[in-house]
């Protein structure tokens, strides 16, 4: 079955350390996304990628960073910028075209220790 | 500006009972509407959308939500509620403003009591 999957599930992280999240799709989606979630806040955009080799910034992308060097891989890099970076952070992916609904990974807990 | 509010962050509901999830967009073009649901420690998972074909629009897991212009609201609704069905719900709006950018709104956790 086609889906998105993110690894690890859990990852925990030290003061100054950087940390990369993986993000693999096999839907054949041309755009994937990387949202933030934080209890009561819904979700924020970091970043988004419409095709390979490019990718925009979004609301909160300070202290984070991404690639797109294959379709399916869109791998998020949480750098030791990111000043509050515990949070459940979650891959996505859609065709393009605004009708489509988004595909979701199950998501990556990261924890600052 | 174009923003989605969801009113309730929590809701409670008896099994068996109405569900009701209120959801409300602002925007200055025709938007595309959305309902996720996330189970705990999940990703979200897509209910139903509305794309311009009919207002009243029919999901999974018997879900539906109706999409009223006028009020500028796209509220969901499920006639008997199930324990299966204690989830966060958010709703959200796609807008085709060159960059076709999806804005959530906070969700709303829904507890069913037994």
């Known amino acids: 079955d086609g889906g998105i999957t993110q690894s690890p599930k859990y990852l925990f992280r030290k003061e100054g350390q950087n940390v990369t999240l993986s993000c693999e799709q096999n839907l054949n989606h041309d755009a994937m996304y990387w949202y933030r979630q934080d209890p009561g806040q819904g979700l924020r955009l970091i970043y988004y990628?419409?095709?390979?080799?490019?990718?925009q910034k979004g609301d909160i992308a300070e202290g984070y960073s991404v690639s797109r060097e294959k379709k399916e891989s869109f791998p998020l890099t949480v750098t030791s910028a990111q000043k509050n970076p515990t949070a459940f952070y979650l891959c996505?992916?859609?065709?393009?075209?605004?009708?489509?609904?988004?595909?979701f990974g199950s998501g990556t807990r990261l924890t600052v220790v | 500006a174009q923003s989605v509010t969801q009113l309730g962050s929590h809701v409670s509901v008896s099994e068996g009972a109405l569900v009701l999830l209120r959801c409300n967009y602002s925007s200055s073009v025709p938007p595309y509407l959305f309902w996720y649901v996330q189970y705990p420690n999940q990703g979200l998972q897509l209910l139903l959308k509305y794309t311009s074909a009919a207002t009243l629009v029919k999901g999974i897991n018997g879900f539906e939500a109706e999409f009223k212009k006028s009020e500028t609201s796209f509220h969901l609704t499920k006639p008997s509620a199930h324990m299966s069905d204690a989830a966060e719900y958010f709703c959200a709006v796609t807008l085709n403003t060159g960059g076709f950018k999806t804005i959530f709104g906070a969700g709303t956790r829904l507890f069913v009591k037994a």
């Open positions: 996505a992916s859609r065709p393009t075209g605004t009708n489509y609904g988004y595909t």
């Open positions: 990628s419409q095709i390979v080799n490019d990718f």
